[in-house]
């Protein structure tokens, strides 16, 4: 896929060069190509949604088509910048489009105000790339394994309160180059010099691209972990307590067909852990993995929260696309509360 963009696209324009002359003078002009050559769907348009349109607009895909089924509401403005607050009661893809038109007009953007969930399968076959926010864990395995049959790139992220995440899955042969410095082998007249002089040398100044592949795994496997065996129960103090937190908040948004709210608070915290204890069970593990208190710090979408998601998630888009640098594989979860992120593998080894 990325082969024929390149074939059919393999001129920059005087005006896009300069446009975008940072970033080819960051990751080459080859990688700006294939992200000039790729159209993006992004489902979901609240503060996370709107963080990761901002990035792949400024990085310059090809184009970008906004879904959203749902009307502005005043929580929804909270964290979301691309929707003026005169927008109230319009579809938020369509209220988001003219400022995300605006940050540039090379890309070109589209809204679209269906459910995803009516989407047909062949719908989502017409792109590079498909990123799901805010959406139901049954619809992400379903285009996750739909398009894992078409080599499409597929990415889920979505922020609770203070704890936020991104899963990707690039399929089962996901080729990338890596910038590397130089290594220099010692000369020949130097090699009698003693044992420092015969090791080789990294020159600084200069790099080389490594050519290099990764395997991802479904979302459907990576959330279906088997944490009965011993292996899997000794390396829980390794394990990111956020992955077990996902499990419970979309459980709940399975169960209430929406997010946890703050004006249902009492309620929605006393479902969550009851929730929390039947997930953790059915697991085979013990509640006190997610503390009583965990219920406080999930709640509604903050803003410095999907910025920092919305840049992961937004950046490992634009490396997959443009094949450039080393992914992260397959989760990343940023913690609020501790200021601080982690990158995990949940999956076959």
Request: net charge negative; aromatic share 8%.
């Amino acid at each position: 896929m990325i082969d024929m963009i390149e074939k059919e696209e393999s001129i920059i324009s005087e005006e896009e060069a300069a446009q975008y002359d940072r970033q080819i003078r960051l990751w080459g002009l080859d990688a700006q190509k294939r992200l000039r050559g790729s159209r993006v769907l992004l489902v979901g348009l609240r503060g996370l949604g709107a963080e990761v349109a901002k990035n792949l607009i400024l990085a310059g895909v090809k184009g970008l088509t906004l879904l959203d089924h749902e009307q502005v509401t005043e929580e929804s403005c909270r964290a979301q910048f691309l929707i003026p607050v005169t927008a109230q009661g319009q579809n938020r893809a369509q209220a988001s489009l003219e400022r995300a038109q605006y940050l540039n007009p090379m890309v070109e953007v589209k809204a679209d105000t269906d459910r995803v969930e009516t989407k047909p399968d062949k719908f989502f076959l017409q792109f590079e790339a498909v990123c799901l926010t805010g959406c139901s864990r049954d619809l992400m395995v379903r285009v996750d394994q739909l398009c894992a049959q078409h080599n499409i790139k597929v990415f889920c992220g979505d922020v609770f309160g203070y704890h936020g995440y991104m899963f990707s899955d690039l399929g089962q042969e996901h080729n990338y180059v890596e910038e590397k410095p130089k290594v220099v082998k010692p000369k020949t007249d130097e090699s009698n010099d003693g044992p420092e002089a015969k090791k080789p040398k990294v020159d600084p100044n200069e790099t080389t691209m490594i050519k290099k592949t990764a395997s991802f795994c479904s979302l459907k496997v990576a959330l279906e972990m088997d944490w009965t065996n011993e292996k899997a129960k000794s390396s829980l103090k390794r394990t990111p307590v956020d992955y077990f937190l996902l499990h419970v908040l979309l459980k709940f948004r399975t169960d209430k067909g929406r997010d946890p709210h703050p004006e249902s608070f009492e309620a929605d915290a006393t479902l969550l852990r009851q929730i929390r204890d039947d997930v953790l069970e059915a697991m085979g593990l013990s509640s006190e993995l997610l503390p009583h208190d965990f219920v406080s710090y999930c709640f509604s979408e903050m803003a410095p929260v999907c910025a920092v998601v919305g840049g992961v998630l937004g950046q490992e888009v634009v490396k997959a696309l443009s094949q450039r640098d080393a992914p992260h594989k397959n989760f990343f979860f940023f913690d609020g509360m501790k200021g601080s992120g982690v990158v995990d593998y949940f999956g076959p080894k």
